[in-house]
């Protein structure tokens, strides 16, 4: 019988999820539960973190849906992402799927699109895994299994105007942007300067956003299941890309993208306070009651946005978006590495015992933030 290892996985960490938000420990070694654990137990909506669910692209492949972590059974369906460079888990630079091998001069075994293993060189200065001068590649990798026997036979084979040149391998860290070499001809990739009848050398790519889902501005979208309107508080950490991200969208619930209300998450101006989408609630970054910071200042910046609005009605707002507004155009399509986020349908008051600011510290401190 095949065991479903998502499904397993899933339910291992929403128990986690729900056991471990929010105990506070009294003097004397005891615990009682704390109010605000017993709030965000009744009022939470949906919870995901792409870390703690061990999100892989190729998990994600074969089903793409980040889990509720809450146990509220919302999971956000993932769509039109690739699972491989910069559009999926950790975002890399390339993609070795696309480079070429050729048995005749040796055995690689693509272990992933961000992993492969070279398990032996038949010709010497041959390409065993090696990508067109004319192709553009940004690697940043790590490299283990080279052996005492092995040290200085593996190289990373190229040609530019100067001629050809070799680049040792060792154990650890190697870059390589073709960009930087100028009249690359020919090929670039990794060989040796001798046969090798038996390898076991792991060259894996270095994710650019460890632990993130990443967006790549087109078309990826999120789009949250088994919810028919939106929520009153949301959490989100994000670290936007670039200065692409001027007039994208982060996250929205409103029913009519005409209409302002009730919130939705979305960069104007440079000039503009972040976030927009929010005019009758308030926005905090990284659990400060945002009144200055701007957009652009918070490019290729890892942050969290807190969106509280309690004016959101079900007949106002529909099931929750991310990265883009569904139904909208497609220019609206942000990118992001996105971490995690969890939401609430209620806001606290006095009533609840905690304000607040006091949630807002709690859940960045002990849920999203750890």
Not at 177 to 197: C, R
Not at 233 to 259: A, E
Not at 311 to 317: A, F, L
Request: with cysteine; hydrophobic share 35%.
């Amino acid at each position: 019988m095949k065991v479903n290892t998502i499904s397993l996985n899933s339910v291992r960490l929403n128990t986690i999820a729900l056991n471990h938000i929010g105990e506070i420990r009294s003097g004397g070694g005891g615990s009682k539960p704390s109010p605000i654990h017993q709030w965000i137990r009744e009022h939470v909506v949906f919870y995901y973190d792409v870390k703690k669910q061990g999100a892989t692209n190729e998990t994600l492949k074969e089903s793409a849906y980040l889990q509720d972590l809450s146990g509220k059974g919302r999971r956000m369906k993932l769509n039109n992402f690739l699972f491989a460079e910069m559009s999926g888990v950790g975002g890399y630079n390339d993609n070795f799927s696309n480079w070429k091998t050729d048995s005749n001069n040796g055995v690689v075994k693509i272990e992933s699109d961000s992993s492969i293993v070279m398990q032996s060189v038949k010709i010497e200065y041959r390409g065993v895994l090696y990508q067109d001068s004319i192709k553009k590649a940004t690697l940043k990798c790590n490299i283990t299994g080279i052996t005492e026997e092995l040290k200085g036979k593996l190289i990373f084979k190229y040609t530019d105007a100067e001629g050809g040149k070799n680049i040792t391998l060792e154990n650890g860290y190697f870059e390589f942007n073709s960009s930087e070499y100028e009249g690359l001809s020919g090929w670039y990739g990794f060989t040796s300067k001798q046969p090798i009848d038996n390898c076991n050398i792991t060259i894996t790519q270095i994710p650019e956003y460890p632990g993130a889902l990443v967006t790549d501005g087109v078309d990826d979208y999120g789009l949250v299941e088994n919810l028919s309107s939106g929520v009153k508080m949301l959490f989100m950490t994000v670290n936007p890309i670039g200065d692409f991200n001027i007039s994208k969208m982060f996250y929205s619930q409103r029913k009519d993208p005409i209409v302002i209300n009730p919130f939705y998450i979305f960069t104007g101006g440079s000039s503009s306070i972040a976030y927009s989408g929010n005019r009758d609630g308030v926005t905090y970054i990284n659990g400060v009651l945002n009144k200055s910071i701007k957009y652009n200042e918070l490019f290729g910046v890892k942050h969290i946005i807190t969106t509280v609005n309690a004016n959101v009605k079900p007949e106002t707002s529909k099931a929750p978006s991310f990265f883009w507004e569904e139904g909208n155009t497609k220019n609206y399509c942000s990118k992001l590495a996105f971490y995690n986020s969890i939401a609430f349908n209620s806001i606290p008051t006095e009533a609840d015992g905690f304000t607040e600011q006091e949630l807002i510290d709690y859940v960045i401190t002990n849920i999203i933030g750890q």
